[in-house]
């Protein structure tokens, strides 16, 4: 197979638009509705502010319930792509951690020089699924036994690393790896890093949602494709 940045100056990056998935929608509902307690200029005094103190309480109680995990597999369009359909995930993001560049684009990142690793950042409910769930997934849709390869795409960028918010992350992580490692599932002890979460910079527009946006796209079908088909059948 080849790599990604050669089919991308072979075929170019071909955009295309999508309906808003279901959690997007809920994000706008939710949004219109705070705008209107703004807006109802109508309501009495104190039933306007009782309605809005109780849209910021919820805000905050949803803010609460998330947890954030940020993970490097390789191409951040494989992971997004899978995690996008994993229930529990409230929200996916591509972007860039762990270099010395502030605000480093895709190029600079590409060139191997900025020390960035390709992860994805996700809010996820506890309440419906786990940090060792997150894991469980990912342990299964990556090689971690490469240090800086999957498949035909080699660099640090691409490097197999846990960026952990909280102890308990890193806990759940080294024990996550020792089973693993105990079970023999590879031929090769796992290499995945285990690093503090750093700044977050987020990619560029194009690169959010990615597959979902170019399923025809050459690199989504050889690469990205089978592995949301292995998460599909797990």
């Not at 890093?193 to 194009?206: I, V």
């Amino acid at each position: 197979h080849r790599g990604r940045r050669e089919l991308e100056h072979e075929f170019g990056k071909t955009m295309r638009f999508r309906t808003p998935s279901a959690r997007t929608r809920a994000s706008w509902q939710a949004m219109n509705s705070a705008a209107d307690c703004v807006m109802d200029m109508k309501a009495p005094l104190y039933p306007f502010h009782a309605s809005c103190d109780a849209v910021t309480r919820r805000g905050k109680q949803l803010m609460a319930e998330r947890e954030i995990a940020t993970l490097g597999g390789g191409c951040f369009w494989c992971l997004e792509a899978v995690y996008e359909r994993m229930e529990g995930v409230l929200s996916v993001e591509s972007g860039y951690m762990g270099g010395r560049l502030p605000s480093p684009t895709y190029q600079d990142v590409c060139s191997g020089t900025t020390g960035h690793i390709e992860v994805v950042r996700l809010a996820f409910d506890p309440a419906v699924t786990t940090f060792r769930e997150i894991l469980d997934v990912f342990f299964t849709i990556h090689d971690p036994t490469t240090r800086d390869r999957q498949g035909a795409d080699v660099g640090e960028q691409y490097r197999s690393v846990i960026f952990y918010h909280s102890p308990e992350q890193r806990e759940t992580a080294e024990r996550v790896i020792r089973e693993l490692d105990q079970a023999r599932i590879w031929n090769a002890p796992i290499v995945t890093e285990l690093r503090p979460a750093e700044e977050f910079y987020r990619a560029e527009p194009y690169h959010q949602q990615y597959y979902g946006n170019n399923p025809r796209q050459p690199y989504c079908m050889v690469v990205v494709e089978p592995k949301v088909r292995k998460f599909r059948e797990k």
